[in-house]
């Protein structure tokens, strides 16, 4: 293998940059960011502004490319029974 | 299609009904509500079959009914149901595609990342500032992490399943985010340290 072909892309030495502007020294895990996270789903739907505590739902998606997955699903689930 | 009813009924009151007939129908129509929103949610999929969406709303109304005293009353409760009905789904999905991959190969590849040809110096162009932050944030990965939390950085930036991470490495899912937590914030710390600021990362783009 070619030592260029081990690089990491742009897009993944990118992916850390944006991991640490991103990071807090509070934040939810994935527990706590399903626990909350139909909350913040709804709040989305309807439009209305979020509270603090569903606030870092919104910082955990952004980290968590599996809870956003889930997130996307269930905004699709809501969206399909409006 | 109706996948999410207004929350007209009170579920959990209904699914721990003490007449039998009440609450097997509550159980009943919960499973058809999981059922369908798993349908919606998964349509598409070619990994996904009759048989999986059957097993996953099963799996994901055992789940909730084991679950229903952590329901606060925040959400509409067939919401609070689906996001956990998802989570059983897409974290089978993911294991599924992962489970072949192991902790000798995570390591090894949490190791390459130390490597100098890993991470170029160019990696955002030719900028001299850019060229700095990789270069500090490159010593960072190298110095201040664990073999394993390069491993779970590795493993995140492979797209693996946190999941799948958890298992690997042999620990729980809060020890680990934690471990991941530590290592963003450890990374973080040295490039303020090197004078890179929040605004720099952000620029970096």
Redesign the interface.
């Known amino acids: 293998m070619k030592?260029?072909d081990?690089?990491?892309t742009?897009e993944?030495?990118?992916?850390?940059?944006?991991?640490?502007?991103l990071?807090r020294?509070r934040?939810f895990?994935?527990?706590e960011c399903?626990?909350?996270?139909?909350?913040f789903?709804?709040c989305q739907l309807a439009n209305k502004p979020v509270g603090e505590i569903i606030a870092s739902v919104e910082q955990h998606l952004a980290l968590?490319?599996?809870c956003r997955?889930?997130y996307e699903?269930?905004m699709?689930?809501?969206k399909?029974?409006q | 299609?109706?996948?999410?009813?207004e929350n007209e009924i009170n579920w959990p009151a209904a699914l721990r009904a003490s007449d039998s007939a009440d609450q097997a129908a509550a159980v009943s129509e919960l499973r058809g509500l999981l059922h369908a929103?798993l349908r919606?949610?998964?349509n598409g999929r070619s990994d996904v079959s009759e048989a999986h969406l059957e097993d996953f709303a099963q799996e994901s109304l055992l789940r909730v009914l084991d679950r229903l005293d952590?329901f606060q009353g925040?959400?509409?409760f067939t919401?609070?149901a689906?996001?956990?009905a998802?989570?059983v789904a897409?974290t089978e999905l993911?294991r599924k595609r992962w489970q072949d991959v192991s902790l000798d190969a995570l390591m090894a590849d949490g190791e390459?990342?130390t490597?100098p040809?890993?991470?170029?110096d160019d990696?955002?162009g030719a900028d001299e500032d850019r060229t700095h932050?990789?270069k500090v944030?490159r010593s960072a990965i190298e110095n201040d992490l664990t073999p394993k939390q390069r491993a779970a950085?590795m493993g995140?930036?492979r797209?693996m399943?946190?999941?799948q991470i958890v298992e690997l490495l042999g620990t729980s899912?809060?020890a680990a985010?934690?471990m991941l937590?530590d290592a963003?914030?450890a990374?973080?710390q040295r490039?303020l340290e090197a004078g890179i600021t929040?605004a720099d990362?952000?620029n970096?783009?």
């Not at chain 2, 299609?1 to 009813?5: D, E």
Request: hydrophobic share 45%; with cysteine; aromatic share 6%.
């Open positions: 030592p260029e081990k690089r990491l742009s993944q030495v990118g992916s850390i940059v944006k991991m640490l502007s990071t020294d934040e895990n994935c527990g399903l626990q909350h996270v139909s909350e789903a709804e968590c490319p599996e997955e889930e699903a269930l699709k689930i809501l399909a029974g | 299609m109706q996948v999410v009813t929103g919606v949610a998964l952590q925040r959400s509409k919401t609070w689906q996001a956990i998802l989570n897409f993911r390459r990342i490597e040809t890993m991470i170029a990696a955002f932050l990789v944030l950085i995140e930036l797209e399943p946190f999941d899912r809060s985010y934690k937590h963003r914030r990374l973080k490039l929040g990362i952000q970096a783009f």
